[in-house]
């Protein structure tokens, strides 16, 4: 039934070779549940995947890769007009969309063409030429992880959005998706004709397309469009088109470059009925400004940014901007995920630099490797300190330099920021840090959130994640009280807050467990993301939680200086802690000048133990 070492290229659209350590493919709930209670998959990361059209494997995948041969499609009638179409999670979106161009059930027929299969049509929320399949999904029926229940969840919670919804978000590896319901209507002839394409074509036909050739037509769009995954390898659209505050696109990117587009177009004065010819563009028109009048975000077209930006055509090694569509990246044949990574990571810095707009991948980058970079390793008075003209403060050693601690991890796509110090904006300008999906905080000490405001450049968008214990969201909210006014003042950074306690919680799909330590006597978090842990400012460590430090990779722990501190590990006791929970390689951060120079300080270390230093980089595999 598991497989091992299994060649899943053929399982994604943009060809490029990859390998998982196990994969499965289930026919049945009945084998699925079978599966979830094998070792194999209770003791390894499970990545569940569907037609592989909106992933980017960066490297093999080390777990365990699911796949569902559910299929089937039926139909359940309500009245005349109403059909409900139920289709197994594997079932080709395709050929749904075909047996209902096939059976006059009108509502995907905008959908036709899109690789992948039905059950990914909840997850994403595909969507094109004016629909989305959220629109019209009536429940979704699931295999809940945790209590191997079937449950069924109905549309309508499932929060779908623009390339939106819970089974991305909230509900990531919560559910697997058994089969998705669909409500229809039965017609022969198609309404959705709101794209300004599919309106000239019905205009060019003088009839009511039928459900056939509106698919027929949207077929030839995408092919003028997007590259036949047959024949060159892509993901169809890379980056999702941002959606950014009206008034950040109105004052900041405006000013910057007036010619940028949005989605409603900008329809700044009422249009008047004498400048049209015809009452259909009045109409097309004014809808346009009531759309852009009300909205409070803006959608702008990617695929326009990245072709302003004068990326047509460009490339790193066998990865390339498909030229009649720049929002899709292309594997020219021999392109690694690594390639495609680095060029994705071009596109972003060259569009923020010319429009002042981040972009946000919509393909999955599947990377099970943590990688972490040390953005600053001193401690509260940052090396050198103040006023001080010792020999490391006054060392001309790079590594000698040691800003206020913090960490930037970057796992399956998903970066993590753990605690935005003092020196954010410096450390974020020399690490390059385009974009944050999350914030974690240990601590409420300033040296460890005096960076707070230096986040307002990523929340464009709206509020940024983040998470803290309770005690230190009731500090922020005193402290930083009009970052959570209801109304705030342009421009100020705003959070979504999310209270953890020490229980695991998921950021993303990527799961975070808690570690309780004493800084002193006020209990702080540290945080372990797979292999890796991450604790800074801790004096004592109980027992149990100190079991949460075993079998690590990677540990990267405070130890301010050799002389006894109330609050904070000395260089022995964190060797002692490292002695005692044997992680494969340990870092000492949160160093004080009084460790002297990191070249020699490092000699005196066991094997296996460093000084970590800023804009040190550390992988685990
Ligand atoms: N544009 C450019 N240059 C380009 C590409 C696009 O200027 O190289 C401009 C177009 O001229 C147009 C605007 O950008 O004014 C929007 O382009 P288009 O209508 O082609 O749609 P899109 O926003 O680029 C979205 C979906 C597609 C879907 C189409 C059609 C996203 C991320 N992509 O693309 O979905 O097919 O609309 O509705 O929302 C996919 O998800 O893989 C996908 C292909």
Known sequence: MIEKNIDITHLTTFGIPVKASAYAEYKSVDELI???????????????????????????????VLHSGIKGLKEYCKDDETVYLIAGAGERWDDVVNYCIDHDLEGLENLAGIPGEAGASAVQNVGAYGVEAGDLIWNVECLDRTTLQVVTLKGSECGFGYRQSKFKGEWKDRYFILRVSYRLRRSTHAHHLEYAALREYAARLGHQPTLREVSEEIRRLRASKLPDPAVVGSAGSFFKNPVIRKAYYEWEVLNFDPSVPSIPRRVAEEPKRADFDSEEAFTAEMRAYEAYRDATHVKVPAGWLVEHAGLKGASVAGAYVYPQNCLVIANRGDATGEEVEALAHMIQERVLQCFHIPLEPEVNFIDSRIRITVLGSGTSKGVPELR???????????????????????????????????????????????????????????????????????????????????????????????????????????????????????????????????????????YRIGDFAYVTDAKRIDESEREKLLNLDVLIVNALRHRQHFAHFTIEEALQLIEEVKPRRAFLTHLCHEVGYHELFATTLPEGVAPAYDGLEITVE
């Open 34 to 64: 079978r599966i979830c209670r094998m070792p194999e998959y209770l003791d390894q990361r499970v990545l569940h995947i569907g037609g592989g059209s909106n992933l980017l494997f960066v490297s093999d995948f080390k777990g365990l």
């Open 388 to 526: 001080c003209n010792c020999s490391t403060c006054t060392s001309a050693d790079p590594h000698d330099k040691r800003l206020r601690a913090s960490v930037l991890v970057e796992t399956m796509g998903v970066k993590i920021l753990i605690d935005p110090s003092p020196d954010f904006r410096q450390q974020a300008l020399r690490a390059r840090i385009f974009d944050i999906d999350a914030v974690l905080i240990t601590h409420e000490h300033y040296d460890h959130v005096g960076g707070i405001d230096d986040l307002r450049p990523y929340c464009f968008a709206g509020p940024l994640d983040m998470y803290c214990r309770q005690d230190v969201n009731d500090h922020l909210h005193t402290r930083l009280d009009y970052c959570f006014k209801s109304q705030l003042y342009p421009g100020v950074p705003s959070f979504r807050m999310h209270v953890i306690d020490n229980q695991p919680f998921f950021i993303k799909g990527v799961r975070i467990e808690p570690i309780e330590v004493y800084h002193g006597k006020l209990p702080i978090y540290g």
